[in-house]
Structures are given as C-alpha cells and as structure tokens.
C-alpha cells in the first residue's frame, strides 16, 4: 500500500507486475477452469472412470461374488461366436435406421398442427401425450394392442378377413413391433422440437419466397427447412440416442423373446451381466464396450459438426 | 406317586428349563430378509417370525420383505455387504454361487440324525460338498392340472401312459379344444415341459447328469427326449402364440376352456379358483410314463432359509432354523390359508386341500426328487437351454443348432 492508488481508474493491465501472485497473472486463464472443476469432477467420477473400469473389467471372467480372473481378451473372442450378440447389433441397426422415421414424421405432423385453428392446443397436447407418458406404459399399451387373442389390432385386420397375427410372439416381426411402439412417443418428441422451430420461422422470408411463386414442396424444401435446421440437427440426435439406449421398450414388450430375436445390445448386456441368470460381469462389460464403441463414433461425429458450427457462427 | 406321573414331571421339568435356558441365551438382533413379497406368503411368514418372537422375548427380531424377482438381484449384494442373520432362498444349484464363494453358513450341526430322517425328502438339495447350507420350509408338487368337466363330457379319463395321454390330445384337437396352454414369455414354463419329458424319457439320474454339465445336449438320448416333445408339437398339442404370454396370461384359455390342461407347479391353483374354476371343474393328474420301466421322478421345488455368513446373531438365527423345520410350525405355515403348499417335514400334516393331498401322495411316493430346470441346472446353462426350449416350441426344425448352441454353453460353463 505505499503506492497512492490513481484517481482514476487503471484500464491498463499491469503489464509486468512481478509482485502480483501466481493467481493475479493468470485469473483469465484460471477461471474458467474454476467453473468448470465440479463439473469435471462429476464427469470424470461418473462418467470416465466407470468407461475405464468397464473396459479393464471386459477383460476378466467374474461372478460378482468370487475372485475375478483374469482372461485376456477371450470375452471378446466368444462375442465374435455368439449368435445374440450378431442378434442384438443387428436389431441395434434396424432400431438406428427405422427409428429415423420419427424424424419426417415428426415433421410432418408438426407442419399439419402449426395453424390457427380453434382449439389448436388441445390437439397439439394430444399428439404430444406419448411422450410424456412412461415407456413402461406405452410398452404394456402396445403390447395390449397387439395381443392376438383381443388386441385391437387383431380385431381390425378380423374386419378385413385378415388372420390373427401374433407380432410380438413372431421372431421375424417381434423387432419391429417394438420399433414402431417406440415411434410412437419419438414421433411426438420431433413433433415438439420442429413446432418450436417452426414459431422461429422468419415470415418475411416465407413472404418473399410465395411473391416469388414457391409454394408446396419447393417452399418446404427450399425455404422451410433450411431455416429448421437447428431443429432437425436436434432430433436427429436425440433420436439416435433414444434407438440405442432402446432398452424399456425391450424388457416390457418381449423380454428380449421369443428366443432372444428381439435383444439389442443394451439389454443383452443386462440380460448377462445383471438378470436373474446373469452374472457374467466380464462378458456383459465386453458388450458394454462394443456399444460403447458405435456410440463414439456416431458422438464424434456430433461433437465435429458442432465445433465447426460454432465456429462458424 | 407313579413312575409314569414321576417321569412325566421330569420331561415338563427339562422341558421348562430348556425352554427358559434358550430364553435367557438369546438375545440381541436378528435380522430377516424374506423374499416371500405376495400377500398371502407374507402374512404367514410375519405371523411365523411373531410365534417365534414370543418363544423368545429378550431377542429383537427385524423382518425385511423384499420384492420376490428384486430379491434375486439384491441378495448378491446384502450377502457380501450388511448382510442379515436369516435369509430365504432356494435349494439345489441355485445356492451353488453363494455357498462357493463363500456367502452361506454350514449348517450342518442343524442336521442331526432326527433332521435328516425328518426332511430326508429334500436333504440331497441341500446338500453341496457333503454339508448342508440351509433348512427347507416348504415345497409343492409340479403336474398336469386339467379341466375335469371337459374330461368327463368327452369320456376321457386321466392317463397313465404316454400312448393314452396322446389318444387325449387327438380327442381333445377333434373337439375344438386346445389340449394344452402355456406361456413362454418368460421361458421357465418350458423348462417344466423338458424336466418331465426328459424324467420319463431318460430317468432321474440322466437328468441330473445332464443339468449338472456331465452329459452333452447332443447326446442321443438328449435327442430322443426332444422327439417326444417333437410329437406333441406335430399334433398341435400347445396354444398358439405362447410366446407372447406369461405363465399368468396363458391361465384364461383354461378358465374359458379354449385348453383343457396345463403343466404347472401347485401355485396355479390358486388363480384358477380365484377365476371362477371349482374343484369339480378342476383335476390334477401326474405326468404320464412314457418309457417304460423308469422309475417316476417329479419337480418339486424346495424354498428355504440360509444364514449368511457375514451374519451377527448366528446363534438366533439357528434357533430360528430349528424352529422353522419343525412339524407344529411346518403344518401352520403350510396350511390352506397361508402358503398352501407341502411341508417337508414327514410328521408334518398337510392341510385338507383336495390337491395338496394328491400331490403330498405323488411326492411320497415319488422315486426323486428334481427341483425345476432353473434350479438344478447353473444359472447360465439354465438360461439358454431354456431360451433354446421355447425356440423348438415354435421352429422344431432349429433342433440340431439348438443343441449345438447349448453344448458349446455346457462346454464353456464347465471346463469341457
């Protein structure tokens, strides 16, 4: 304090104060850092640590009880022979492609409520209720629906002189119930996401495109969608996410049945590493790693496009 | 005085003191866990804990009921972890995991010469590495239970042989009846089919041999069990689409007789009277021979209590043993009214229900006893054999793969 302080305020930076401590000269670098330590801490204890032990632990065959013993990579060698592992990811691939249906979907029923109508919000809350309902729920609906013995869907194709079908008991048809049972409140998710959307839509652009003499699909497609783009980026993402974390839908409709058609990967690494017959910590953490894997690439992609959407915005 | 008054007095005198020496001995906590989450199971077992309470006033008892299908995955962890004093589970292989790593107290002292004459029935269940790991408190027959009205409209009376069982099968088909309803949804209800073809087929032994890994799934006699089950598939004999139903859901084909039989466990009962069936209208019969000469087997699956190794009050909870295998208490808790099961113990009385007297009949005269598929067979063997059972039910035709899948299963589990 034996220099008077200025009257008027300093804007300078001290350019080389060397009595000034370590977190004077560097409180810009440091505080972000400082704000982000919890959260890194957080990540790094729930999520990076629990990967890495995942992937040490694919490496053991262990009960969960016993002496884990070390195996090498034979877990991983056995995944390569297993008829439900090639089961499950290619279920993973028809939910990652079929689920993609929610998007246009979505899309399509967002545009058909963006009206003025009235009582507008009560139809819009009536497309949006799947989704906000349980998949427990939405699971024991469609698995009602779908009952060949008094499910509605049998008694309208019994209308049509159409034979009972029994989907979810059908190995070949079982995966795609599912699928379309999780369309169901998907639909609605993208349906919301493109509705905010839409309200985002600038309407002087919409005006010049119609004096211009677009209209139908030249004006979705070329001034509609551009401009909802953010929210097709979004549902694009959650919708990938939600078809491989497919698991509740799964373990309600099927159980993974009949004989294992309808696992995906992530209940097929509960099923061996957590169900009442499980147990197979090692086997399930080699699938774990497997999905894991898929959903780096897919999340380095995503993680890609944002940064250079960032930096171009 | 006479003799007999004078030994009478020195028995009650003994018995008093014995009784007021365990009084005075227990005390402290014990700790429960029970796995018996319906309503009815849960009662009883409360009632049993609060008879055995007032034997002995000085010990807290804390009672944990656990959700039945949550307490198979929790148990892992409470017995390595905080671990009770008591604790239900099931006999044969299923205990096999705990005992190996060391979870479940020996408690072989328990079977003393008049236990094991007592409970002899399932004592082999119970039995791993020459020591016993636990005490059986109940127990309940497997069979065909059948529409006894559709039998007697159609003339058909309850078979004995595999060649009348399926004459009942045509009749039924030719009538418009489903002969049979199951629900595999959840595939163990398949495992009581194999268990039964496979007992009559091959015998005990071979079933044991098999479930414990020594035999391969392609053996020959494997094969010829699943012939059989190939001959009921040909004629049409189970529901359609029984994949798509719980054991539970398969019930209202029988109760609206769109099926006339059903290979269950005794807790079937139950629903069905409570559907509407009155024991005129229902019938239970045992599995039929099928090869002749071989001695009949039937499941009966044993639940029973263990203590924890980690556990505290180790002392209690073997009184709390002995008691739970004696006959007063079997019989109560065994009764109509409560669990509505067998009581293992032999000077136990089963309670007057017209289908626990036919299956305490069958089981005493049983040649063995097998637990059920799930219980005899390691947990993960139990998992794809089953799986591959219910796929034969719908696609016969994948049986070679079925079996090849299952042996490379067997060969893996145990080291071959």
């Known amino acids: ?313 | 005085m006479s003799t007999l008054s004078k030994s009478l007095i020195a028995v009650a005198a003994s018995a008093v003191m014995a009784v007021s020496a365990q009084a005075q001995s227990l005390s402290g906590d014990l700790r429960i866990f029970l796995d018996t989450s319906n309503p009815a199971p849960r009662a009883t077992m409360e009632e049993m804990i609060a008879r055995f309470g007032e034997m002995h006033p000085d010990l807290n008892i804390e009672t944990n009921v656990i959700d039945r299908e949550a307490y198979k995955t929790q148990i892992r962890n409470f017995l390595t972890a905080n671990a009770p004093d008591v604790a239900t589970w099931y006999a044969g292989n299923r205990m096999l995991p705990f005992v190996e790593a060391g979870l479940f107290e020996d408690v072989s002292d328990l079977w003393d010469d008049e236990m094991s004459t007592n409970l002899a029935s399932t004592k082999p269940s119970m039995t791993i590495d020459g020591a016993q790991w636990g005490v059986p408190y109940t127990y309940y027959q497997w069979g065909v239970y059948y529409r006894e009205d559709i039998f007697n409209e159609l003339g058909l009376e309850e078979p004995e042989t595999w060649d009348e069982f399926l004459a009942i099968v045509d009749t039924l088909n030719e009538n418009g009846v489903t002969p049979v309803t199951i629900g595999t949804k959840f595939l163990w209800t398949a495992g009581g089919w194999f268990d039964y073809l496979n007992l009559r087929t091959n015998g005990y032994e071979f079933h044991m041999d098999l479930t414990n890994g020594e035999i391969p799934w392609t053996d020959e006699r494997v094969v010829a069990t699943f012939e059989n089950w190939r001959t009921l598939i040909d004629r049409d004999t189970f529901i359609d689409n029984h994949a798509a139903y719980s054991w539970q859901e398969a019930l209202p084909f029988m109760v609206n007789g769109e099926a006339a039989m059903y290979l269950m466990g005794n807790f079937a009962v139950a629903p069905l009277r409570e559907a509407g069936l009155s024991d005129d209208q229902l019938g239970f019969f045992q599995f039929p021979a099928i090869v002749d000469g071989i001695p009949m087997a039937e499941d009966a699956p044993t639940d029973t209590f263990h203590i924890p190794a980690q556990a505290q009050n180790k002392e209690a909870a073997r009184e709390f043993l002995r008691f739970v295998a004696t006959p007063e208490n079997q019989t109560i808790i065994n009764g109509g009214d409560a669990l509505g099961q067998l009581p293992v113990h032999a000077e136990a009385s089963v309670d007057d229900d017209k289908f626990l007297n036919e299956g305490f009949e069958m089981l005493s005269n049983a040649y063995a006893l097998a637990q059920f598929f799930d219980r005899d067979a390691p947990a993960e063997v139990a998992a794809a054999a089953m799986e591959g059972f219910q796929q034969f039910m719908v696609q016969p035709d994948q049986l070679d793969n079925i079996l090849e899948r299952l042996e490379r299963v067997r060969q893996r589990v145990h080291g071959g």
């Not at chain 1, 309808?262 to 197979?280: C, K, Q």
């Not at chain 1, 897919?298 to 960032?310: C, G, P, S």
């Open chain 1, 1 to 313: 304090m034996s220099s008077p302080a200025p009257a008027v305020p300093d804007t300078h930076p001290p350019v080389a104060n060397r009595r000034g401590s370590y977190w004077k000269r560097n409180q810009i670098a440091l505080t972000p850092w400082l704000f982000l330590a919890p959260a890194v801490f957080m990540f790094a204890l729930y999520v990076i640590w629990p990967i890495a032990q995942s992937f040490n632990l694919s490496l053991y065959r262990w009960d969960g009880l016993g002496e884990a013993r070390f195996i090498g990579l034979q877990n991983y060698e056995e995944l390569w022979y297993d008829d439900a592992f090639y089961t499950s990811l290619w279920n993973n691939v028809l939910w990652l492609v079929l689920y993609l249906l929610a998007i246009p979907a979505g899309l399509f029923i967002a545009i058909f409520l963006n009206q003025n109508v009235r009582g507008i919000r009560i139809y819009k809350s009536l497309f949006f209720f799947p989704f906000v309902i349980s998949q427990v729920v939405v699971g024991l609906v469609f698995t009602w629906f779908y009952d060949p013995s008094f499910g509605l869907l049998n008694i309208v194709l019994g209308w049509f002189g159409l034979g009972p079908v029994a989907i979810l008991a059908d190995s070949n048809l079982a995966t795609y119930g599912i699928i379309a049972a999780g369309l169901w409140p998907q639909t609605a998710y993208c349906m919301i996401l493109y509705l905010t959307g839409l309200n985002a839509v600038d309407p002087e652009q919409i005006e010049a495109a119609r004096l211009d003499g677009a209209k139908g699909w030249r004006m979705l497609w070329y001034v509609i969608l551009p401009q909802l783009r953010p929210a097709t980026f979004i549902a694009f993402v959650v919708t990938i996410i939600g078809a491989l974390r497919s698991f509740d839908l799964v373990s309600i409709m099927t159980d993974g049945g009949p004989f294992g058609s309808t696992r995906v990967l992530a209940f097929y690494m509960f099923e061996v590493a957590l169900s009442e017959y499980g147990f197979r910590m090692g086997y399930g953490a080699a699938i774990a790693v497997v999905l894991f894997l898929i959903m780096l690439v897919y999340i380095t992609f995503f993680l890609v496009k944002m940064y250079r959407d960032e930096r171009a915005g």
